[in-house]
């Protein structure tokens, strides 16, 4: 039953690789960080993720995490420039970073801002950079989210890495144990999740209309499932 319910949360989201497990919605981003639970859209025409990042300082961490192939997806980097010249410098240069207008929505109470970029290049997912004075790991996730675009917040800190091909890691895993079925419950329109699933072998067995209810709308809801 325990490979189902992880291929269960899996297929919801599959697009973001292992770290995933980690995101919660929230009412409130302060709500989020502190408790980990639900919250409204900010994004005026979807859902997506804001990742953000404290104590990162690995050029190869933040590639890593910049790297999904989804549509509404950022990564939001706080790091402190003058602790971190070189570090600051090399992502400034490297992402072609835009001085914008940093503006404290009220959300939070947020200190020690002194500037925020965001990427030029569009070869890339977007990544925000917010220059802080380092003070704690909280002041800069309340930094980072006062300016993320997304209503789904996921806290990373050093040494987090996305994790290519969880999925499949999975079924693998599972193929080891006396485990005789995998089902997978998608959304109907999560057409990402659904090729994922397709790719390593899943078969679609049912569709029920309207039986999921998220974001305020109705949702068809698809089984695929996996004979091992």
Same mark, same amino acid.
Not at 29 to 36: D, I, S
Not at 115 to 131: E, I, K, T
Not at 182 to 191: E, G, K, P, R, S
């Given at each position: 039953?325990?490979?189902?319910?992880?291929?269960?949360?899996?297929?919801?989201?599959?697009?973001?690789?292992?770290?995933?497990?980690?995101?919660?919605?929230?009412?409130?981003?302060?709500?989020?960080?502190?408790?980990?639970?639900?919250?409204?859209?900010?994004?005026?025409?979807?859902?997506?993720?804001?990742?953000?990042?404290?104590?990162?300082?690995?050029?190869?961490?933040?590639?890593?995490?910049?790297?999904?192939?989804?549509?509404?997806?950022?990564?939001?980097?706080?790091?402190?420039?003058?602790?971190?010249?070189?570090?600051? =410098?090399?992502? %400034? !240069?490297?992402?072609?970073?835009? @001085?914008?207008?940093?503006?404290?929505? *009220?959300?939070?109470? +947020? &200190?020690?801002?002194?500037?925020?970029?965001?990427?030029?290049?569009?070869c890339f997912r977007r990544l925000v950079l917010v220059d802080r004075?380092?003070?704690?790991?909280?002041?800069?996730?309340?930094?980072?989210?006062?300016?993320?675009?997304?209503d789904y917040l996921l806290p990373v800190r050093a040494g987090c890495?996305?994790?290519?091909?969880?999925?499949?890691?999975?079924?693998?895993?599972?193929?080891?144990?006396?485990?005789?079925?995998?089902? =997978?419950?998608? %959304? !109907?329109?999560?057409?990402?999740? @659904?090729?994922?699933?397709?790719?390593? *072998?899943?078969?679609? +067995? &049912?569709?029920?209309?309207?039986?999921?209810?998220?974001?305020?709308?109705?949702?068809?809801?698809?089984?695929?499932?996996?004979?091992?």
């Amino acid at each position: 039953m325990k490979p189902i319910l992880l291929l269960l949360f899996a297929a919801t989201a599959a697009c973001v690789g292992a770290l995933l497990p980690l995101i919660s919605r929230a009412r409130s981003k302060r709500l989020l960080l502190n408790a980990v639970r639900r919250a409204s859209s900010d994004a005026p025409d979807g859902i997506g993720i804001s990742v953000l990042c404290s104590g990162v300082t690995d050029a190869a961490q933040i590639e890593n995490l910049l790297s999904p192939e989804y549509s509404r997806y950022e990564v939001i980097v706080v790091l402190d420039a003058r602790r971190h010249a070189a570090e600051f =410098a090399a992502l %400034t !240069a490297r992402y072609r970073m835009i @001085r914008v207008e940093w503006v404290c929505s *009220g959300e939070l109470e +947020v &200190s020690g801002v002194r500037a925020l970029g965001r990427s030029r290049r569009r070869c890339f997912r977007r990544l925000v950079l917010v220059d802080r004075a380092r003070d704690s790991e909280a002041g800069d996730f309340d930094a980072a989210a006062s300016v993320a675009t997304y209503d789904y917040l996921l806290p990373v800190r050093a040494g987090c890495f996305l994790l290519p091909g969880s999925v499949e890691r999975l079924v693998a895993e599972c193929r080891t144990t006396e485990c005789h079925a995998l089902v =997978a419950c998608i %959304t !109907a329109d999560n057409d990402p999740s @659904r090729r994922l699933f397709e790719s390593i *072998g899943f078969r679609r +067995v &049912s569709h029920f209309e309207q039986v999921g209810r998220k974001f305020g709308r109705w949702l068809d809801v698809v089984d695929y499932e996996l004979l091992l």
